[in-house]
């Protein structure tokens, strides 16, 4: 079946950095857009950064900035540079597949955890 898995969560302080990873196996991947998305404890999950398949990318007014969203069509990888981390960044992270109005597919999470 289809599997979107991250990688590259932790624990850093406040100011530094992270790169997350999602690979995608068993899936077309170049015809699906991609998504970021993050859900802190007691809150909901809120969607933090989206490319297309054309690589058009858009993100949550809060990441603007901060955070750049790529991807490699060559080894099924959406990323997540994530720069100038803040407490309030901290959540799990989930990545997500999607053509239509609906997710099609989600990975497991990754923790993220930002001190100050």
């Known amino acids: 079946q289809v599997q979107l898995v991250e990688s590259g969560g932790g624990l850093v302080q406040a100011g530094e950095s992270l790169r997350l990873s999602c690979a995608a196996s068993?899936?077309?991947?170049?015809?699906?857009?991609m998504e970021w998305y993050r859900q802190a404890p007691g809150k909901q999950r809120e969607l933090v950064a989206s490319?297309?398949?054309?690589?058009?990318?858009d993100y949550a007014d809060s990441v603007k900035g901060r955070f750049t969203i790529s991807r490699d069509n060559t080894k099924n990888t959406v990323y997540l540079q994530m720069n100038s981390l803040k407490p309030e960044d901290t959540a799990v992270y989930y990545c997500?597949?999607?053509?239509?109005?609906?997710?099609?597919?989600w990975g497991q999470g990754t923790q993220v955890t930002v001190s100050s």
């Open positions: 997500a597949a999607r053509i239509g109005r609906n997710v099609d597919y």
């Open positions: 068993r899936i077309i991947f170049n015809i699906y857009g």
């Open positions: 490319i297309t398949s054309g690589s058009s990318a």
